[in-house]
């Protein structure tokens, strides 16, 4: 019977969690750069380095935002009062483009809770972004027209540790 292998790095993928309640305490500078650090150190296809990251730290915009997107939808799905949102869009027309960002955002959510934060992968204001009231979105947030919105990074300090959600060992095939 294998057993798995430890060590930090493998430690930070199986403990991590998505975490849907934070507290208002700000990212230190070094937090943040250091986030943000890991993200642009992604790997990406043909090193095109197209994902762009733009970062929010203003809980009335991000206020605003929930409201417009998700209005009076029925749970609750988007950043959860997190007291910094990183934007992860990439070059429209990329074949790579939402390879790029995933894996940028997959490295900020590992390296967040190596550094004793939370934070939760966003999707569900994609349809918003990607529409036509996206654009202006976009301009708010820094972006150039031709980049589409991929997915978001809440993070922050927990105040709980998310639930466990168990995987499927079966979706692992062994071929001879
Ligand atoms: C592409 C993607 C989009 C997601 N979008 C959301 C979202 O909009 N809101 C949310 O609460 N969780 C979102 N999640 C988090 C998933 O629900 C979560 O990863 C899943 O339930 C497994 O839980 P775990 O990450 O704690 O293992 C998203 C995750 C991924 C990978």
Known sequence: MAELIKNDVINAIMERRSVRGYTSEPLTEDELYT?????LWAPSGRNDQTTM???VQDDEL???LHNEALGDAPFKCFYYGAPCVIFLFDK???KWSVANASLAIENMHIAAHS???ASIILGC???????????EWKKILGIPEDYDFV???????PTDDGK??????KNIVYVK
């Open 35 to 39: 986030l943000l650090q890991c993200g």
């Open 125 to 135: 204001i994609k349809d918003y972004m990607l529409s036509e009231k996206g654009e």
């Open 53 to 55: 990251f733009s970062v």
């Open 151 to 157: 997915l978001a990074l809440a993070v922050g300090h």
């Open 115 to 117: 550094l004793g934060l």
């Open 164 to 169: 466990v959600f168990p995987r499927d060992e």
């Open 62 to 64: 991000m206020q605003r």
């Open 92 to 94: 429209a027309g990329n």
